[in-house]
């Protein structure tokens, strides 16, 4: 019987491939969503600060720091902050959730697969159960690209947002702000 040097199977065990910790890349990464206002305006806005992780036993944990809204408005930043999101309060919304490394493990670079993730998001003390499809891609050995198929459409009502929505659309004078808010999301982890 051949014995294998054991140079061999430290690198075997190093393999670009391997299954490991993915740490999101927070400046490679987004999170967007649509507000709809007076009918029929909508606005893009997102969050300029998340981290997140996916172990390798496929737990996925996503923290949203909500006083990074980024909306293009300072004064609207800060109603969105203090109003609606209470961050005093409620400083981030979590995503967790468990996936299969399996898939990724597999992919070669530029290689893509599409999947039904379930996940619970935590908001403003409620936690909820969404699904959402999502596009992988290996990007390089120690990089993957996770993004949304298509938006996650959130009611407001669930995360006990409608009083927030509410005092907002009166501060700005609106006729209306929906209720049903489409999220998008493209994130990069580093292995």
Do not use: C
Request: hydrophobic content about 45%; cysteine-free.
């Amino acid at each position: 019987m051949k014995k294998i040097p054991m140079v061999m199977l430290m690198l075997a065990g190093l393999s670009s491939y391997a299954v490991a910790d993915w740490e999101l890349v927070n400046d490679e990464s987004s999170l967007h969503y649509v507000s709809i206002k007076n009918t029929h305006v909508a606005e893009v806005n997102s969050f300029e600060t998340l981290s997140g992780s996916i172990t390798d036993e496929g737990k996925v944990a996503l923290a949203i720091n909500l006083a990074s809204v980024a909306t293009g408005v300072p004064v609207r930043d800060e109603r969105m902050q203090k109003v609606l999101f209470d961050v005093a309060q409620f400083a981030e919304a979590k995503v967790t959730g468990q996936v299969d490394l399996t898939a990724v493990s597999e992919l070669e670079v530029g290689a893509t697969y599409t999947d039904l993730v379930s996940l619970k998001l935590s908001l403003h003390g409620v936690e909820k159960e969404i699904m959402s499809g999502v596009k992988v891609t290996r990007l390089t050995n120690d990089r993957v690209l996770v993004a949304s198929l298509e938006p996650v459409v959130l009611d407001a009502k669930d995360f006990k947002l409608v009083e927030g929505i509410e005092q907002l659309r009166e501060m700005a004078n609106l006729p209306n702000i929906s209720l049903a808010v489409p999220v998008t999301f493209s994130l990069v982890f580093k292995g």
